[in-house]
T-cell receptor, first 114, second 111 residues
Framework: DSGVTQTPKHLITATGQRVTLRCSPR?????VYWYQQSLDQGLQFLIQ???????AKGNILERFSAQQFPDLHSELNLSSLELGDSALYFC?????????????FGPGTRLTVL | TQLLEQSPQFLSIQEGENLTVYCNSS?????LQWYRQEPGEGPVLLVT???GGEVKKLKRLTFQFGDARKDSSLHITAAQPGDTGLYLC???????????WGAGTKLIIKP
């Protein structure tokens, strides 16, 4: 158990819909990262938040947005869903510390868009 | 453009064999991490290498960071079915401390 929690574990929805994925980081971790992983693919970095502020952006679509709240939990909002958005979405957290920044991953949310 | 190239992408071998997975880049990294991911779960950190030329051992796994801190390798001796999984390398960029991920090596060890 990494200490990072994600809800829901599974989500099935239809094209055009909007969903919200939730992540609670490890206690004390200030950074939250969101990743997308399609079937048998590597991790695609989406976005990073640090202590409530956006720190880095990766390959995140304009239909997707995220935020980190004062209690440090984070939400990833996916809208106008397409079939190709079906994937595993991982949240990770870390205490940014320079050269040995370890990311701890949650169990992921499996999104299926029908 | 993939900044961190992993090879091979897929490897299926028999139990007891040895294997090496490579992670290469033209960029310099502050450190390089290796993660292992099992199906349906999140990646889990195996090791972090920080110094150029550094070698770390984790039981039958040997990790090496290149002298120039641009590449790394993971060598598994006498592979076992429990080693099956997706192995991901991730380099921490020297310039902005962003973690750059390789595409992963899918490893299957057959009993």
């Amino acid at each position: 158990d990494s200490g990072v929690t994600q809800t829901p574990k599974h989500l099935i929805t239809a094209t055009g819909q909007r969903v919200t994925l939730r992540c609670s980081p490890r206690s004390g971790d200030l950074s939250v990262y969101w990743y997308q992983q399609s079937l048998d693919q590597g991790l695609q970095f989406l976005i990073q938040y640090y202590n409530g502020e956006e720190r880095a952006k990766g390959n995140i679509l304009e239909r997707f947005s995220a935020q980190q709240f004062p209690d440090l939990h984070s939400e990833l909002n996916l809208s106008s869903l397409e079939l190709g958005d079906s994937a595993l979405y991982f949240c990770a957290s870390s205490v940014p510390g320079g050269s040995t920044d370890t990311q701890y991953f949650g169990p992921g949310t499996r999104l299926t868009v029908l | 453009t993939q900044l961190l190239e992993q090879s091979p992408q897929f490897l299926s071998i028999q139990e007891g064999e040895n294997l090496t997975v490579y992670c290469n880049s033209s960029s310099v990294f502050s450190s390089l991490q290796w993660y292992r991911q099992e199906p349906g779960e999140g990646p889990v950190l195996l090791v972090t290498v920080v110094t150029g030329g550094e070698v770390k051992k984790l039981k039958r796994l040997t990790f090496q960071f290149g002298d120039a801190r641009k590449d790394s390798s993971l060598h598994i001796t006498a592979a076992q079915p429990g080693d099956t999984g997706l192995y991901l390398c991730a380099g921490l960029m020297d310039s902005n401390y962003q973690l750059i991920w390789g595409a992963g090596t899918k490893l299957i060890i057959k009993p």
